[in-house]
């Protein structure tokens, strides 16, 4: 099974500041189609979780463009250019390249 | 897009519940689905995948030969069954359709199912 490990797990951030969010894979997420296939999830109080970011860097429909994804291989990171207070939550990332599809242990995001 | 899930409740360990997920607003047959839980207070974990067709079907190794995936194309409408339930099997059950990206993503989810299993 590929293992995700998220970091850090707990993210204090001020509004309007950026904030970053690292994810690893045990294995390579690069498709040989050129594509990651690296998801990132936020799950807001209260709320079913909703796809942010998909094959690594595409936003999902409706995401704000303050979020994007970058990364490639093994190593991937969620950036926010600048925290609103609705975007407290937990964000999870999550590999759609094989089964069993697999989730980082997700970082909470708080506002300071 | 709309999914709407049901099924949920206490059951006693070694107990059998099915879950229902009912899709519309999209091209149902189009796209592969699956359902993904979350205990209370932790994090996501993914239990089954079913394609459009109904054809293929996979699992987590927690819930194999335990937990059946199935859908009805007529209906508009995705399963789980689930026999010899355990305490660990307590969570949020969310049906989720595919993205159909080429990787697996979850595009849209349900508002979840609550699965208690508790004697």
């Known amino acids: 099974d590929i293992v995700m490990t998220q970091s850090p797990l707990s993210l204090p951030v001020t509004p309007g500041e950026p904030a970053s969010i690292s994810c690893r894979s045990s294995?390579?997420?690069?498709?040989?189609?050129?594509?990651?296939?690296l998801d990132w999830y936020l799950r807001k109080p209260g709320q079913s979780p909703h796809l942010l970011i998909y094959?690594?860097?595409r936003r999902a429909s409706g995401v704000p463009d303050r979020f994007s994804g970058s990364g490639s291989g093994t190593d991937f990171t969620l950036k926010i250019s600048r925290v609103e207070a609705e975007d407290v939550g937990i964000y999870y990332c999550?590999?759609?390249?094989?089964?069993?599809?697999?989730f980082g242990q997700g970082t909470r995001l708080e506002i300071k | 897009v709309q999914l709407v899930e049901s099924g949920g409740g206490v059951v006693r360990p070694g107990g059998s519940l099915r879950l229902s997920c009912a899709a519309s607003?999209?091209?149902?047959?189009?796209?592969?689905m699956h359902w993904v839980r979350q205990v209370p207070g932790k994090g996501l974990e993914w239990v089954s995948l079913?394609?459009?067709?109904?054809?293929?079907?996979y699992y987590s190794d927690s819930v194999k030969g335990r937990f059946t995936i199935s859908r009805d194309n007529r209906k508009n409408s995705l399963y789980l069954q689930m026999n010899s339930l355990r305490s660990e099997d307590t969570a949020f059950y969310y049906c989720?359709?595919?993205?159909?990206?080429?990787?697996?993503?979850?595009?849209?989810w349900g508002q979840g199912t609550l699965v208690t299993v508790s004697s």
């Open positions: 294995q390579s997420l690069l498709h040989s189609n050129g594509y990651n296939y």
């Open positions: 094959l690594g860097s």
């Open positions: 989720a359709k595919d993205i159909d990206s080429g990787s697996y993503s979850f595009e849209s």
């Open positions: 607003e999209f091209q149902f047959d189009d796209y592969a």
């Open positions: 999550m590999q759609g390249l094989q089964t069993p599809i697999t």
């Open positions: 079913i394609s459009g067709d109904g054809d293929k079907t």
